[in-house]
């Protein structure tokens, strides 16, 4: 067994030589000092540093993003994405180790005809070895491709991650549409009423001679203005329940929400500072995930153009019968190295370092398409939440002013000063003016949310419910 105690300390030496390839560096990208339409004060803080729990303070919408994550499929489909990364980060890991095997086997006949060895009969041969084959990892070949497994398995839990940022997005952004609907449909059923009363009052006075048919007829189009827009509103209504229920993992059916019209965002909206975008966005961070699987991936191409050196031996037991197996004359072993070197396959692995260069190249630039269209959507975000506040306040003053004038053109046409089509007109804009008020809130807040996903909040795991403590039995407290 002295050779084999040589060749161990030779054999740690080779396996600690230098990977060969490159070595991963983040690529370069331009960092703007500040964000663009800042919508806070400049600061550290940002609000994607808050879980969404803490953002959108709404117990009915909290109740929908917990049931949204234990039971979205698209989710699921993620998760089951990152156990196979895991599995496969193992898959590799498996060539650091030698590779064992048990080979057994036996037969029993005739290996001759009697012809050319007369007076030989059947013969046995038994034989049960174990083999063992130890790539040494001289150049990285093993540890390069281990790293890209991992690389691999970093980027597919990222994009676990963007999952749940675009699913805790989307319910909540469906959440607002939907909030923004009953007001829609709470202001045609009001209005709907009230032009009803317009409608039996202009045909009870065109019954007693003292109308028109003119006055009745533009109340009945006025009428069926707000009376087609309750069954419009109730069709999309139930169209973004359908969205919200598979979202949520379940079946088309009624969902349950505030009756408070909209859900409160946060008054100030920091939203930190550029560079710690690259940190938080899971996109960003899988797209450099890439980077670094791709950079693995070189080396491993490099080292298979390099020669392999591998340890091999094996230990076993043989015989003509299976009781001769086991005395002394029936140990075989072996031990020795394999050193297998390419010389010519036509140009296949420079072809394949080529290739592997290429996909480092694009890795690279999809990094950085990542973190520009990642700014963009930040400045887009951070001036839709901006002037959409802007516009808010104006339609705020819109709903008001009509509002005050209906009452004045109803006061003008009660004292005989003008007649009831200049009432008409003011109940048209009202009506107008209150839901492009409720769209602009809705806006809002889904600028809000946005730009809560542009800065890669809400991916967190939200906590575990606190355990509820048992009642008391009965007639005990």
């Given at each position: ?319 003509p019968q299976l009781t001769s197996m086991f005395s002394p ?149």
């Amino acid at each position: 067994m002295r050779p084999a105690r040589r060749l161990v300390p030779a054999a740690l030496l080779l396996a600690s030589a230098c990977a060969v390839g490159p070595r991963y560096q983040r690529p370069e990208v331009a960092t703007p000092p500040a964000w663009r339409f800042e919508v806070g004060p400049q600061e550290a803080a940002s609000i994607a540093d808050l879980p969404w729990w803490e953002v959108f303070r709404d117990p009915e919408l909290e109740t929908l993003l917990r049931e949204a994550l234990a039971n979205n499929q698209d989710l699921r489909l993620a998760a089951a994405r990152v156990e196979e990364s895991r599995a496969l980060v193992g898959v590799a890991r498996a060539d650091f180790y030698p590779q064992i095997g048990l080979d057994a086997g036996g037969t029993y006949g005739q290996q001759f005809a009697k012809n050319y060895t007369p007076g030989l009969g059947p013969v046995g041969r038994w034989s049960a070895n174990v083999g063992l084959s130890w790539e040494l990892d001289i150049w990285g070949r093993v540890r390069n491709a281990s790293d890209a497994a991992k690389a691999g398995l970093l980027a597919t839990e990222e994009g676990r991650r963007a999952v749940v940022l675009s699913l805790v997005s989307d319910v909540a952004q469906a959440y607002a549409d939907l909030l923004e609907l009953d007001r829609e449909l709470e202001i045609s059923r009001r209005n709907t009423e009230t032009r009803q009363g317009t409608l039996d009052l202009f045909t009870k006075r065109s019954d007693g001679g003292i109308g028109n048919d003119l006055e009745v007829n533009q109340a009945k189009a006025d009428l069926a203005v707000t009376a087609a827009a309750i069954p419009a509103t109730e069709r999309l209504i139930a169209l973004k329940e359908s969205q919200l229920a598979v979202l949520l993992g379940r079946p088309p059916g009624p969902i349950a929400r505030s009756q408070r019209g909209t859900y409160a965002v946060p008054p100030a909206l920091p939203m930190g500072v550029p560079a710690a975008l690259l940190e938080r966005r899971p996109d960003v961070r899988a797209a450099e995930d890439g980077v670094m699987a791709a950079t693995s991936l070189v080396g491993v191409a490099v080292a298979n153009r390099l020669p392999k050196l591998s340890l091999e031996g094996v230990i076993g037991l043989a015989g003509p019968q299976l009781t001769s197996m086991f005395s002394p004359e029936g140990l075989v072993w072996g031990i020795g190295g394999n050193l297998l070197a390419p010389i010519f396959q036509g140009g296949r692995l420079s072809s394949e370092e080529e290739a592997a260069r290429a996909r480092l190249e694009q890795s690279v630039a999809t990094y950085r398409q990542s973190v520009l269209t990642a700014w963009r959507e930040v400045a887009d975000a951070a001036v839709s939440v901006r002037k959409l506040r802007e516009v808010a306040v104006q339609e705020e003053v819109r709903a008001k002013a009509s509002r005050a004038a209906e009452r004045l053109a109803r006061m003008r046409y009660d004292g005989g000063v003008s007649s009831y089509l200049e009432v008409l007109d003011a109940q048209r804009s009202t009506f107008q003016a209150e839901i492009d008020l409720a769209r602009v809130r809705r806006d809002e807040v889904v600028s809000v949310v946005q730009l809560y996903r542009a800065l890669g909040g809400g991916w967190q795991d939200p906590p575990s419910p606190a355990p509820q403590a048992e009642a008391p039995p009965a007639g005990k407290r």
